[in-house]
């Protein structure tokens, strides 16, 4: 049978990878998929780096249109990123006839359900295993592996950048500023980290979970994202010794309001497999009522480790593309016609009615009656305290003045509340700096 | 659509599960599969038993070959488990054109060449993600998601009673027979336990993923099989204080020589995720040239998690039986004709000629020369010494004569040597007992 032929946009680290894959498991991957696979053209502004790359093995342009347009191409591999022209490029490919595979969670994250929907008029598959977890097979899971279970949440490391400077801060005891430079210097973040650092990267990547786990279309602008800036060394030195390690979570849930999403820093309880995940390493948990909570962990980036993803879907073509697309794994792991409309069934919850428990580091003057109107002022709110640990004084500024840090964990509060609670808290003269509140995630079963 | 048609042979406790998780979750799966799955007819000897579970929503008989002669149904999934009945039961099903979904692990990597055979004959599928790591989706991870790679090796807790054992050993500091006892009391042990403790479902299971990861017929009689039996509550904390944990793995390995396949009690670094895998959770490793190593974990056992996989399966049956056979996903993840005969190019290699490294316990007399002398010898053998630790003396028996653990960590040695080395050293009259000998994995990157 004749080999899938492949046209790539974009030869940069993961096409680079994609293509040394292809070509050094060409044997294994043809066994699996019961045809070949070629890269056959290669498009990249860049052309003298993608020839230094193809050699002779795929032709090289550097007009993206001329891959689209050439009708011996089967498949069309998106590796630009971005919104941009990459969504010009996807929607063409699409009207081309041609399938598509990409690694850009931005796009689908924004303009998915286009995306999904001109896909299915033509009867092309758009795969997209990169976008998530780089080289974890979590799309795969959560749309063929789970498809028994009504999903209750997920919840993910999936960002290595963000990751990788908070295993440093914890292991070396430094704030969020000096990881970071030393992540740049050693090529884990950035030169503009603002992405990563800001948890935009992990909310376009928990924005297509929850659309996958809940059937509900993608809704990146109903998302909460805050990143892990503001954490302190200090932060992560108490919640180590309450029993939680902080990561930035990305995390979507079924609630009987609505569906929670949501990326913030969190406190894991440390003996949950995900809390020692460290380093720039990825991980999943999905918790469904018939399988309990299954984890997924590997590497999240990387030119290799993502182009197996890609890889993955092209002999997931090769396998399927004859099925009759009615019946084919569809993109967001529920039927098109079945996807609960936006604002449906199912709306994004705001924030106000997320419903979590918090860690609270209050910086208070060590003063009489100070713990009794803190606590005062949460019970009026209706928020009970799981735990509280107050520190030795540090002598601070002149006459004998001292302050200290006060940390309270709370029980499960609606966020709303909460907000007015540390507003009033926040108000009082006793307290002597911004609260930091980060949310607290027991991920239990 | 006309809803697939399922009849059910065993309606214990994975059928159980599997009928109310389908009807508990009948609508989210039939948006995911793009048509309903319906349990029209269990076969079971109590015919009394199943009425109760399914009430009048399927017709129930003893005879399982009514539900197989039945020309309304679509797929046969069998659970009765065992060689016997079950294989006849389900070649007859592929011959009567049914698909055929199986939690048996046992028949399949003992009659697996055969049954897929007939099934690729007959142009249906045989699905089995049931039958390794309950919930945990590893057979869709390995046949589909990791497909660009080359597999180098996969290790896997892949029997929850044993690692339920093991981490109360650990926990409690108990030796093995109190241990099972309190499992059997529990439910997490049968009341015959061999297969579990003596490694033999463990060795199902790699067996099958060894097939599916290597692209070789399955091999159950070539595995190398060792439970957990043999180890002591001194073992265990040895290990700990060395910086491991003991986890019974299967283990499967490409090498230049060949295949290894094995199960044993296995060391494993106390710093790996795996080696914090507890109770009777099951976790599986998969180690692929492109993506590096990648985890699943999970539940490994019960009714509903079990119920998740069978359930995986039909809706890739629903997707997928209009597809043509040819290009459907191949039940051993390579396609037929692409196997590599039992014996080719990659042979299972006999365990002497595995290359791992070891943990050796040896009770000697504490007197001088002990350790200079078996030192000589596995120097003699070309095995070299990773790390040394000798306990301070126990005062037993009279006459002031002591005996003592001395614990070897040697490095990588063919399994062969290591025998012949090890007969010498059990020769020597300063050893008081057997000398017990573990394998130890590292499990790196």
Do not use: C
Not at 371 to 386: E, P, V, W
Request: glycine content about 10%.
């Amino acid at each position: 049978m004749k080999p899938i032929q492949v046209g790539l946009l974009g030869i940069g680290t993961v096409g680079g990878g994609t293509f040394s894959v292809l070509q050094r498991n060409q044997d294994e991957i043809r066994r699996r998929a019961g045809r070949g696979i070629e890269i056959s053209m290669v498009a990249d502004l860049d052309t003298e780096r993608a020839r230094s790359v193809v050699g002779d093995k795929a032709k090289v342009v550097a007009d993206a249109r001329e891959v689209i347009g050439n009708p011996d191409i089967d498949v069309v591999v998106e590796l630009i990123g971005g919104y941009g022209i990459a969504k010009a490029l996807v929607l063409e490919a699409i009207a081309a006839g041609k399938h598509v595979v990409t690694a850009n969670k931005a796009l689908l994250a924004v303009h998915g359900t286009e995306i999904f929907k001109a896909a299915a008029e033509k009867g092309v598959m758009v795969s997209y295993e990169a976008a998530v977890a780089g080289g974890i097979p979590i799309i795969k899971a959560l749309r063929e592996g789970l498809t028994a279970n009504r999903i209750q949440w997920v919840a993910g490391i999936i960002n290595g950048t963000t990751n990788f400077i908070l295993s440093e801060m914890r292991d070396k005891g430094l704030d969020f500023d000096v990881v970071l430079k030393e992540a740049q210097r050693l090529g884990y973040a950035e030169a503009d980290p603002t992405f990563d650092i800001e948890g935009v990267d992990a909310a376009h990547k928990v924005t297509l979970m929850s659309s996958i786990a809940f059937g509900i279309p993608v809704q990146f602008d109903k998302a909460y994202v805050e990143g892990i800036t503001k954490l302190a060394a200090a932060d992560i030195k108490y919640a180590e010794q309450l029993g939680y390690r902080i990561k930035l979570l990305g995390i979507t849930k079924r609630t009987a309001k609505g569906i929670e999403l949501r990326v913030h820093p969190s406190l894991v309880p440390a003996k949950r497999l995900i809390a020692n995940v460290e380093g720039a390493m990825n991980a999943v948990v999905v918790n469904g009522d018939a399988v309990g909570a299954t984890l997924y962990y590997g590497k999240g980036a990387g030119s290799e480790p993502t182009a197996s993803a890609v890889i993955a879907d092209l002999v997931d073509i090769a396998r399927l593309h004859e099925a009759d697309p009615e019946h084919r794994v569809p993109p967001l792991a529920f039927q098109s016609s079945s996807l609960v409309a936006a604002g449906g069934d199912l709306p994004v919850l705001p924030m106000a009615d997320v419903v979590t428990s918090y860690y609270l580091r209050i910086r208070v003057s060590d003063e009489a009656g100070v713990l009794a109107k803190i606590t005062g002022l949460l019970a009026n709110a209706g928020i009970s305290i799981d735990a509280v640990l107050q520190r030795e004084a540090d002598e601070v500024g002149g006459e004998g003045s001292t302050q200290t840090d006060l940390i309270i964990l709370t029980h499960d509060t609606r966020e709303g509340d909460m907000d007015r609670a540390l507003a009033e808290i926040q108000g009082l003269p006793t307290v002597l700096a911004p609260i930091n509140r980060i949310r607290k995630e027991e991920l239990s079963n």
